[in-house]
């Protein structure tokens, strides 16, 4: 963040000016730099250890119309295996794309009318390739996975199509597991930040293919080197996740209550049935 005082760099030792730099939060302690002197932060080394990361996994990935999971619309999908096979959609929602969206997707109206299958049939596809996984004891993976598993059950109820077998699903969740092996995390945790953090490529973000693929290589990279979380299985790890979430939205929650914001944290995962405030 922004540097609202001034004070001394802990790089160069140089004065920073009032706004003029970055404060950072290093393992809890937070020290200011020019903006040209902030670390780059890279995670440890992998470990040697066995686990899940070891094993199949298939990652999922949706682009959206609307940030609320209940009521957006997929305009993509992917799910994308350990083995470097993908299945992907290019879904016609039935209604406009916010402007927005399309701003964070580059999906148009256009595009999706032209090239993208009729949200019917391409859901019920998407629907049943997961029940498929759900069935074999495959893991899901998804970063942030509330919303876009929040998406697929509201997408296939909307259309009148069969569920997803929610009671069997192991979901494993980078976004969660990274909060849980840097608890004292500075700065953002967007899944490009993360990927910078562990090294992971990631090339046309915000697609759902490309957004799946680095996922997978970030559950996996968190997995190798934090044998703690390797050792769970994916069962295990789906219901620790559970808690874990619930406990981080509680602490932002009461956050907000102190700081007299009017907005109301989300504690349900990977599932959520009530929108957002």
Known sequence: MINQYA?????????????????????????????????????????????????????????????????????????????????TWLIDPGVPIPADATARHHLTDADVRRDGRPAVEALAEIGEAV???????????AFFASYDMTVLRSE????????????????????????????????????????????????????????????LALARAIAARHERIASMTPPDLHQAQIGWFARDAEDLQRYYDRKGIQKTVSTQWPLETRRRG
Request: hydrophobic share 40%; aromatic share 6%.
């Open 7 to 87: 004070g001394t760099c802990a790089a160069c030792r140089a004065r920073v000016p009032a706004q003029g730099g970055q404060r950072v939060n290093e393992n809890g302690t937070w020290r200011t730099y020019h903006n040209e002197c902030v670390p780059v932060r890279l995670a440890p080394p992998a470990g040697s250890h066995s686990g899940w990361h070891d094993g199949r996994m298939v990652a999922f990935d949706v682009e959206t119309t609307l940030p609320d999971p209940l009521e957006a619309r997929m305009v993509s999908a992917a799910l994308c295996d350990v083995d470097g096979t993908a299945r």
């Open 131 to 141: 029940n498929g996984l759900i069935a074999a004891g495959i893991p899901l993976v």
């Open 156 to 215: 296939l109820a909307r259309h009148a199509l069969p569920p997803v077998d929610w009671s069997r699903v192991a979901v494993i969740d980078p976004f969660i597991l990274h909060k849980q092996v840097e608890p004292h995390w500075w700065g953002k945790k967007t899944l490009a930040d993360l990927c910078a953090y562990y090294q992971i490529p990631l090339v046309n973000a915000h697609t759902a293919d490309a957004d799946a693929t680095a996922t």
